[in-house]
Structures are given as structure tokens and as C-alpha cells.
């Protein structure tokens, strides 16, 4: 490695989000006479890596791994053969990711897809050209949260709502939806709420996510302050578009930091987001630890705190219908690759089940059995 990427010193990756952690993982390799690099796009085994003397095509044949959410992926550091190695040059292996944000495919087999690595923020973009899904927006916080990175929600084309009264209920209700999250209108046409964005992703990476016709790409354009991604209009009968955005990439920002835009997503499959389904839902797992069982089903037990709260109103019930779902998806999931949490889950619905007969009987005779 060069004096000017050893550990402490400034380089030309700097602008990438390369630091001293980075430099000191990839010393080994360093060692071998390899070279850093961040993975700015993927395609059919191949990848774009930026190094410091600019970005090179490699082959990604030594690290195609059986696992899928170990497989290169856009925001990977890569070590990748030096100038004058041959052609093609090699990603001889990627440094361990410090996050990695991740979905279940909607393939049969149960598999994961990693769609970015590395990220500090995930930009989850919502459109208001259409009726809000509240349920939409809870997967994909349950996701950015089981990923590590902090995720805020932007409202896009708010200038479509001009009424300052209504656009302040819209994002209300996204936040009674996202404890702990910045809910932000913005409007790529306007450039409202862009210099906001800017300035709180700013000096690190961000994911941009969001279903087809969320504006993601508009808003990228936005961020990046030029027309990096080719945009189309989204239908006004349901606010859909086609995929601008076929491959996943990564653009440095002006004002500092790097961001990863990624395709419409047509599903939002959870992928081991127990945690995050968690975060989501705070307000009910603080519920939770109030209620007189600990294995609490909050269906019809006595002393359930969560049933408490949905009958004096401070706990909607589509809240917990949400919880409920994404917990069971997610238990569903995981048990498909996993035996031992199958027979948890099976030991976990007869006590529930237990639980259910016994509560029915005190509630007729005022006893448990």
C-alpha cells in the first residue's frame, strides 16, 4: 500500500468514506500487494471499483461465495489486484462489512438478498402522490434497523399537497409509524427539503429506498446536484413507474459523503428482522414487559398490558395487527432455515394455546385450574 492510504493518513478514497478502521482491516492485504477500493457497482460478476487512481473494472470470480448475502454488493470495500496485475484484475476478497442492509428474495428458496453495505443512513422514500401505506413504511424501517443504519423517511413531491395544514398531518402520521425517526417533506421540484436531507447525511453513506414512482431517482439527481440517473414520469391513476434504476450504484456528494441509489423495490420481504420489527414497534414491546405473563399472546389473558392499552385508545389497534404480521412473517422465514426455532415455535403455540384455555377459564369461574 502506499504511504498515502496507510493507517492515520488522507487519501484519495476519503471522499468514499475510507478511514483509519478501513485502512487497518485492510492491512493484510496491503501486505500482499493488493489495493482498497469501494465497490460502486455490480453487474453479471463484475464490478466498478473506485480506488485511488480512479475506477477500474475487476472480476469478481474468487469471491462469488454460495451464500447470497455474502456475494459482492455496492458499498463493499474490496482488496482488488494492483495495476499491471493482468486483464481482467481480480476483487481477491471484500473487508468485513460493518453493516449491511438486507430482504428476503420472492423466490421460493427462502433466500436473502444484501442490497448495500457499509451504510449509515437509509433514506426510505414514500411518495404523496399517492394514498400513504403505513404498513409498507414499517417493513422497510423494520429492515433499516436490523441493517445497523439510522433511517429516516422522506415524504416526496410535497408539493403536490399544497396545503401546509394537510402535509403536516400526512407527516404525523408517518411518525406515530417511525418512533425515533426523522420524517421529512421534501420536493426534488421545488428543492424543498433537499438541503435538509443534504445536511443530515452528509460525511457518511446513505441507501436511498422506495417502490417504484417514489421519486428516488429524482431525489438522487437532487442529492447529487446533477442528472445522474435517468428519471420517467410515474402513472397519477396509482403513482407507479417503470425501474429507472436497474442496478445499484454509488455517487459521491458535494457536500460530503457517498450515496447508493437502488431499484424500485416491488417487495419488501423481512430477512431475520426480528430486532428491527422490535424497534418499529417500541411502543408495544414497552407494553409488553408490563404485562402479568411474560409469554403474554396480548390476546386474552388477564393483566395484559397491550390489550389495556387498545381498549382506552392510546394503542391503535392496526399497530398491533402490524406487529403481529411482521413477527409472524418473520418467525416463518427464519424457521424455514432453521429446525430448532421450528420446534420453538410449535413448543411457543401450544403454550399459547394453554395460555388461551386457561385464561378462558378464569374468566368464567374466576379460577385457574
Known sequence: MSSSLSL?????????GWDSGWAAAFAPYAAQGLVPGRVVRV????????????????????????????????????????????DPRYVRACLPRRTAFARSTSSKRSEG?????????????????????????ERFLALAW???????????????????VGLSYLVEDVETVAPGVQVLPLSSATG??????????????????????????????????????????????DGKGRHTTTTRNLFVLPGGGVLIDTPGLRGVGLWDAEAGVGQVFSEIEELA????????????????????????????????????????E???????????????????????MSAGRAALEFKRNGRLR
Open 8 to 16: 492515520g493518513s488522507s487519501s484519495p478514497l476519503d471522499a468514499h
Open 43 to 86: 453487474d453479471r460478476g463484475q464490478c466498478d471499483v473506485a480506488t485511488a487512481d480512479g475506477t477500474v473494472r475487476a472480476d469478481t470470480a474468487f469471491v462469488t461465495p454460495h451464500d447470497p448475502l455474502r456475494v459482492v454488493c455496492t458499498g463493499d470495500w474490496a482488496a482488488v489486484d494492483p495495476e499491471g496485475a493482468g
Open 113 to 137: 438478498q444484501i442490497l448495500a453495505a457499509n451504510v449509515d443512513h437509509a433514506v426510505i422514500a414514500v411518495s404523496l402522490a399517492v394514498e400513504l401505506d403505513l404498513g409498507r413504511i
Open 146 to 164: 436490523e441493517s445497523g443504519a439510522q433511517p429516516v423517511v422522506v415524504l416526496t413531491k410535497a408539493d403536490l399537497v399544497p396545503d401546509p
Open 192 to 237: 424543498e427539503g433537499v438541503d435538509v436531507l443534504s445536511s443530515t447525511v452528509a460525511g457518511g453513506t446513505t441507501v436511498l429506498l422506495g417502490v417504484s414512482g417514489a421519486g428516488k431517482s429524482t431525489l438522487a439527481n437532487a442529492l447529487v446536484g446533477e442528472d445522474v440517473m435517468s428519471v420517467q414520469a410515474a402513472r397519477d391513476v
Open 289 to 328: 414487559a408490563e404485562c402479568r405473563f411474560h409469554d403474554c399472546a396480548h390476546e386474552a389473558e388477564p393483566g395484559c398490558a397491550v390489550a389495556a392499552a387498545i381498549e382506552d385508545g392510546t394503542l391503535p389497534v392496526r399497530r398491533l395487527e402490524s406487529f403481529r404480521k411482521l413477527m409472524r
Open 330 to 352: 418473520n418467525q416463518r422465514l427464519v424457521a424455514k432455515t432453521d429446525v430448532r426455532l421450528r420446534n420453538e415455535i410449535r413448543k411457543d403455540w401450544k403454550r399459547t
